[in-house]
């Protein structure tokens, strides 16, 4: 994966950030909103794209177009940073290919361990019936 032109694909938008914070919040546009076009980028493949569509298919619009923002600090630069660090984080775990399973078999000694309690509890409760007399 190549993060220059990676990031040289994404759209930032500074826009007012909501909550408290006084006279500042009125003024100064901190929160970041980071745009990136799936549909449109030159940078991934079409498996790769067809990945990545499955992993953020609860947050890509109808255009194909993520947006992530972030108003965690009270500076936009130090938040188009972390909307960054997170946008390659996410692509980064959704590139990631799963391992797969290779099936295992029950051990010996679980097996006995699961008879020998199972033999156990079944003595126990044959213990608490009146004695029978024939």
């Known amino acids: 994966m190549d993060v220059e032109a990676l990031k040289s694909e994404l ?6 950030s909501s909550g408290s914070g006084g006279q500042n919040v ?16 030159e940078v ?9 569509r499955v992993f953020f298919k609860n947050r890509l619009n109808k255009l194909g177009i993520l947006k992530l923002d972030s108003d965690e600090s009270r500076s936009q630069l130090r938040n188009k940073t972390l ?25 010996k000694a679980v097996k006995q361990k699961r008879l020998e309690t199972k033999r ?15």
């Open 83 to 107: 909307v960054t660090q997170r946008f390659l984080r996410l692509v980064e775990e959704g590139l990631k290919e799963d391992k797969e399973r290779k099936p295992t078999k029950v051990p």
């Open 11 to 16: 759209i930032y938008k500074a826009v007012r």
């Open 120 to 134: 156990k509890v079944s003595e126990k409760k044959a213990n608490r019936k009146p004695p029978r007399l024939d």
């Open 26 to 41: 009125n003024k100064v546009a901190t929160k970041v909103v980071l745009y990136f076009n799936l549909e449109s980028t």
């Open 44 to 52: 991934f493949n079409h498996e790769e794209k067809e990945r990545l």
